[in-house]
């Protein structure tokens, strides 16, 4: 009998020694042609394993099978008996599509805790892969971070697989389920147990296991997953094992760099740091996409390494060759030599490259177009550049981290331009041509052939020069509703015998009323032999109440050969708008003038001296005066500052709006106050609290109205009323569900009240707890498993498993009420490891949350334990 025991435990052995040697793998792959691509299978295998494979089975999804070879000079000898495998091989496929390409092998390794049977179980790994030429060349994301690090009991352990894709597009992370034969969900499958949490960061790719709750062998899976434009172009899947020891060894440190934005031409050096609590000796070492762009190559050089200690310096100076959407994630990895087990630590800088800023130097106008002008990109690199345009100069000033021009700085794409050593463009609005008496603000940025944009360039605002007379004033002398009058200038017309127009001349001289008015009237004829008559006062006009716009014609008058000469110049007159508000006096500046306006210099009557203030300048067209008092009169004019961008043409022109007086008055609200929620459980209260953090706006609070409803689709109705500005908060008591969504709003003492803050809603509270430990020995005192639960919870899905993964019992009962048997027998003391998804009735409706732990038996009569609680 012990000669049988002895043959077959030595045949699981061999078993598991020749058959179990998979610990980690994924597919990855690069586009060749439109259909055809290069798959490369990265395989992670135990070396004290017997077995091995020369060969792997390709399963591409389109009903074919080939096999791929392992490629010898690519094998890695890896730490903690880890051998990196390679396999390649090329496929075409028969057209466009969605293939799942799977790679599996028989079989995963014996006792893996959270795979049922696991020795059983096929590895398996998959990539999908999407056949679009629409889209582009695409290949996957590369994993540079081999999965071959140990996890300590009650540590954090973190794996991050350094996914670098070489097209630039955007990655995301999640867990998913590892899988079996034909790349099948692996049944009954669950996550590791945690004491925390197990889990991925979706944009830094962090797997975070916070903490392992038990020693022995667990498998994961995670997606990387593709993005390009806003959709998913493909899916990288990892599996992985992690193996949890009991350990005295405390895994190393690392110091945290910041993330970290770059210009082209700029450089990073930081230093990276590990300490080690067990004074152990650090491997420090750092992996990225970055070291692997022959045209700039990052460093990572050792500075100092001593028991316990280690540091490393990290320098890059990016090259345009680096420069695109998504940021560079760089790994930092350490590594300590402990005799007992090898352990980790990861952290990740972020690096995201920009390309500099063009340097835009004019924008000409040239009849109804405008050309712009800038100086040598000074680099291949780049595919053209993108033109943006809009109208009126902009306050939007680039921070480090931004590229292009966001939708919010008004810009709008009018044109694209290819080659990198181009340095103008003409802006013809597809041919229509440009409009007179419109300000255009144009930015620019270089596009590169990944279709990233650089930082904008700076900008520069122009306008179309219109006509014969080039008028240069039309200033307001005298505002008055009927003795109001208006300055009209312009240069004298000269060069006329080129045409040729020898005179005499005369100009015409008509008036539309409103900035953009078309009904216009002749109002002066000026019979002229020399030109010099240059000048004239529109009297007698409503300057109040309109603004006025002025079309100045010349015409030949020579006998026999009369005719206009040229285009007609138009320019209007500033007609200041004002708004009046609660202490503030706003104000619009209209105008339609062939110039550009650098400056508009803001004048106030003084009621002291009778003389007008200055009180502000800006290059925008709207501007607010602050501090004033409500119910006293105002009074104000604007000075306007600019010129022709020609160099041959007038600068320095100065003129002047209509005065205008206004009344401020307390029409507006308060702003809205920032609100917060939170929820007293064992009290079954809800806390509102609310600040208001701009002292201004707090000044002209009275009080605040808040709103409440219970569930999603109710509508907010009032609450309460609070009628003194000092309180800021409010409990409120809503019964025996406390879920709910608040909102708040501020009044002034006029009763204007203002927008209803974000709303802020609160869920129910979560009642349910399942007990860690009970004891089914039949003296009536805690022998059954019974859950804390409420009202809310409609249903669960507990399992319940033992150390080998069997499921011995299940229920969806609210209360589990297990009576610890299995097949009608009490089951052995010990642990028992349960997953339990519970269903809700929350402010959404019915929702889940996952929970899952351990729980203890106790069948010894008479046994009295303390019940912890697993929350």
């Known amino acids: 009998m012990k000669k049988l025991l002895l043959l077959i435990l030595l045949s699981l052995i061999f078993y598991n020694l020749s058959a179990t040697h998979n610990r980690a793998g994924e597919i990855t792959y690069v586009q060749i042609s439109d259909l055809t691509y290069e798959i490369t299978i990265t395989t ?84 999908t892969l999407i056949v679009n030429p629409a889209m582009g060349r695409n290949s996957t994301p590369v994993l540079l971070n081999p999965p071959y690090d140990k996890a300590a009991l009650g540590y954090v352990f973190i794996h991050n697989p350094a996914a670098y894709d070489p097209d630039g597009d955007s990655l995301s992370y999640k867990l998913t389920v590892c899988t079996r034969e034909d790349g099948k969900p692996i049944e009954n499958y669950t996550l590791p147990p945690a004491t925390h949490y197990i889990r991925v960061d979706s944009i830094s790719g962090d797997l975070i296991w916070n903490t392992p709750a038990d020693t022995g062998k ?47 031409g700029d450089s990073v050096e930081v230093v990276v740091s590990a300490t080690d609590p067990n004074n152990d000796s650090i491997n420090l070492r750092a992996t990225s996409g970055v070291f692997g762009i022959d045209s700039c190559l990052a460093q990572f050089t050792g500075i100092e390494s001593l028991p316990g200690y280690s540091s490393s310096i990290f320098h890059w100076k990016p090259c345009y060759e680096a420069v695109r959407n998504q940021p560079y994630n760089v ?87 290819a080659g990198s050593s181009t340095v103008s463009y003409t802006d013809t609005d597809n041919g229509q041509g440009l409009q007179y008496g419109k300000e255009y603000t144009y930015r620019i940025v270089a596009v590169y052939p990944n279709g990233t944009e650089s930082k904008s360039s700076n900008e520069i605002t122009s306008t179309l020069v219109s006509g014969v007379p080039v008028i240069r004033n039309v200033s307001v002398r005298n505002t008055d509703v009927v003795n109001g009058s208006i300055y009209l200038a312009w240069e004298k017309p000269d060069k006329l015998d080129t045409i040729p127009a020898t005179g005499p001349y005369e100009y015409l001289i008509y008036r539309a009323q409103g900035i953009s008015g078309t009904n216009y009237s002749q109002i002066k004829s000026i019979p002229t032999t020399t030109l010099n008559d240059t000048v004239f006062i529109d009297t007698l006009i409503n300057t109040q109440s309109f603004g006025y716009i002025y079309k100045i014609e010349l015409w030949n008058r020579t006998p026999g050969n009369e005719f206009l000469i040229g285009e007609p110049g138009f320019a209007s007159s500033l007609f200041l708008v004002v708004d009046p508000g609660d202490r503030k006096a706003r104000f619009v500046i209209n105008r339609n003038v062939p110039w550009i306006n650098t400056r508009y210099d803001f004048f106030r009557l003084n009621d002291v001296t009778m003389k007008f203030d200055s009180i502000g300048t800006t290059n925008q067209l709207a501007f607010t005066d602050y ?49 917060n929620v939170t929820s007293q459980c064992d009290s079954l209260y809800n806390n509102v609290t609310w600040t208001v953090s701009d002292s201004e706006c707090f000044e002209d609070v009275a009080g605040y109205k808040i709103y409440y409803k219970m569930t999603f689709d109710e509508t907010l109705s009032l609450l309460t009323t609070i009628n003194d500005k000092n309180i800021f908060s409010y409990r409120h008591y809503p019964g025996d569900i406390i879920s709910g969504c608040y909102a708040i709003s501020a009044f002034d003492l006029q009763n204007n009240e203002g927008e209803k803050s974000v709303m802020v809603c ?110």
């Open 762 to 871: 609160v869920d129910s509270c979560n009642f349910y707890e399942i007990p860690n430990v009970f004891t089914p020995n039949g003296d009536d005192i805690n022998d059954r498993l019974i859950a804390k639960t409420s009202g809310l919870v409609e249903k669960i899905d507990f399992k319940l498993f033992n150390r080998n993964g069997l499921m011995i019992f299940s229920t969806s009962e609210p209360r589990i009420n297990w009576d610890g048997t299995y097949k009608g027998r009490i089951v052995s003391p010990g642990v028992y490891f349960y997953q339990c998804d519970v269903f809700e009735r929350r402010i959404t409706g019915l929702e889940q949350f996952h929970l899952s732990g351990f729980v203890h038996v106790i069948t010894v009569q008479g046994a009295k334990v303390k019940q912890e609680e697993t929350k």
């Open 44 to 127: 992670f295998t135990y070396t004290l394993s017997l077995a091995d494979r020369p060969q792997l089975d390709v399963n591409w999804g389109d009903n074919s099978i080939s096999t791929a070879d392992r490629i010898p000079e690519l094998i890695v000898i890896l730490p903690n008996y880890y051998k990196r495998n390679i396999y390649k091989i090329k496929h075409t496929f028969p057209g466009p599509g969605v293939y799942r390409i799977v790679v599996q092998d028989p079989n995963r390794n014996y006792g893996i805790q959270n795979i049922p049977n696991s020795v059983n179980v096929v590895f398996s790994i998959s990539t």
């Open 627 to 675: 501090g004033l008092i409500n119910g006293e009169e105002y009074c104000y004019y604007v000075r306007s500052a600019g010129g022709y961008l020609s160099e041959d043409m007038p600068k320095n022109l100065i003129n002047f709006s209509q005065i205008t007086c206004t009344t401020p008055v307390d029409n507006e609200p308060p702003c809205p106050p920032d609100i």
């Open 331 to 417: 790994i930092f990895k350490s590594d300590d030599n402990n005799s007992d087990i090898q352990l980790s630590d990861i952290d990740n800088m972020n690096i995201k490259v920009l390309g500099p800023p063009p340097l835009l130097i004019n924008a000409i106008p040239e009849g109804k177009f405008i050309r712009l002008l800038w100086s040598d990109y000074g680099t291949s690199a780049i595919a053209g550049f993108s033109i943006y345009r809009r109208d009126g100069a902009s306050t939007f000033k680039p921070d480090s981290c931004t590229a292009g021009l966001p939708p919010s700085t008004g810009f709008i794409k009018v044109g694209y331009i």
């Open 218 to 264: 667990y498998n994961v899976a995670m997606e990387i997953q593709e993005w390009r434009n806003g959709k998913k172009i493909g899916v990288v899947v990892r599996d992985m094992q992690i193996e949890v020891y009991d350990t005295r060894n405390k895994p190393p440190v690392n110091s945290i760099p910041a993330d970290i934005c770059l210009q082209v």
